[in-house]
């Protein structure tokens, strides 16, 4: 069975930096596309940032040039790093990957890990 661990958060202040991590397990064929997401109280979860299995990114336009996300193939993870945080950074943040592995291809999640950023 393939799981997701994420690892990285915490409380930070503001202007502060946080390196998220997410490593898959179990029987993985290949992964697709990974990425982050999050969900602050109240508000719906959204896409962070975004990564393809060649490299390629894209991150919300509220993160880019303060957020940076990578992976590491070969370890089946991948990375969010966080500088200049502020307050509303602060959210629950989710991993998320296309896996294929015994049985087809499917979408997983993270349990999530939280980020609190004080001012």
């Known amino acids: 069975q393939v799981q997701l661990v994420e690892s990285g958060g915490g409380l930070v202040q503001a202007g502060g930096s946080l390196r998220l991590s997410c490593a898959a397990s179990?029987?993985?064929?290949?992964?697709?596309?990974m990425g982050w997401y999050r969900q602050a109280p109240g508000k719906q979860r959204e896409l962070v940032a975004i990564?393809?299995?060649?490299?390629?990114?894209n991150a919300a336009d509220s993160v880019k040039g303060r957020f940076t996300i990578s992976r590491d193939n070969a370890k089946n993870t991948v990375f969010l790093q966080m500088n200049s945080l502020n307050s509303e950074d602060t959210a629950v943040y989710y991993c998320?990957?296309?896996?294929?592995?015994?049985?087809?291809?499917?979408?997983?999640w993270g349990q999530g890990t939280q980020v609190t950023v004080s001012s």
């Open positions: 179990g029987i993985i064929f290949s992964m697709n596309a």
């Open positions: 990564i393809t299995s060649g490299g390629r990114t």
């Open positions: 998320n990957a296309q896996i294929r592995t015994v049985g087809g291809s499917g979408d997983y």
